[in-house]
Each structure stands twice: as structure tokens, then as C-alpha cells.
Nanobody, 119 residues
Framework: QVQLVESGGGLVEAGGSLGLSCAAS????????MGWYRQAPGKQRDLVAT???????NYGDSVKGRFTISRDNAKNTVYLQMSSLTPEDTAVYYC?????????????WGQGTQVTVSS
């Protein structure tokens, strides 16, 4: 089992910045791709950004140039630095990872953290 614990959400004014972090813990051999997704009320869950263990990143079109994803492999932690936030960034942000052990490979979701951007 893998637990993902997110932190850093909250309320911020438009144009501001906010950082999220997510730490993976549990019984696994390694963590492959880690990422962030978000879901606004009444909308589907969308990609924000992903990062591989060797640092390759992928961003959703709406956040390119404003958000930066990074990770600390030694700590099994992924970070999301968000800047130039707009009210359209308001959503629940979910951490995601692919965890691997000797006998299985599974995808996990965090519980989500609310980010609210006021206009």
C-alpha cells in the first residue's frame, strides 16, 4: 500500500503564488511518474503536470509557463509551484503516482487539497 499526503493548498489572491507538496509513503520499491491533477466543481479531472524519476516533465496547456513541477526522489516527494494564479485555477488538486514493488505496479491518488484563487 502507498499513502500520498498532500499539503500546501489554501486561499490566494489572483496573481499570487502558492506551492503544493505531496509525499509518498508505504511499502514499495520505487515511485515512477508522479504528478498533479485538478478538478473544479462540475468539471472532469484534468492533468496539471507530471514528472518522471529522471526529471522529464509534462504540463497541461492551461498551466504551461506558470506552474513548475519538481520532485525529490530521495524523499519520494513531488512539488508544484504555482504562480500568476487566476480564479480559473480554483480546484481540488490531487497528487498521483505510479508505485512499483517486486510483485505489483499500481497507481495511487492522494486525498486532494483545495486551492482557491480569489479575484
Amino acid at each position: 500500500q502507498v499513502q500520498l499526503v498532500e499539503s500546501g493548498g489554501g486561499l490566494v489572491e489572483a496573481g499570487g503564488s502558492l506551492g503544493l507538496s505531496c509525499a509518498a509513503s508505504g511499502s514499495f520499491s520505487s515511485i515512477n511518474t508522479m504528478g498533479w491533477y485538478r478538478q473544479a466543481p462540475g468539471k472532469q479531472r484534468d492533468l496539471v503536470a507530471t514528472i518522471t524519476p529522471d526529471g522529464r516533465t509534462n504540463y497541461g496547456d492551461s498551466v504551461k509557463g506558470r506552474f513548475t513541477i519538481s520532485r525529490d526522489n530521495a524523499k519520494n516527494t513531488v512539488y508544484l509551484q504555482m504562480s500568476s494564479l487566476t480564479p480559473e485555477d480554483t480546484a481540488v488538486y490531487y497528487c498521483n503516482c505510479d508505485a512499483v514493488s517486486l510483485f505489483w505496479s499500481r497507481n495511487y491518488w492522494g486525498q486532494g487539497t483545495q486551492v482557491t484563487v480569489s479575484s
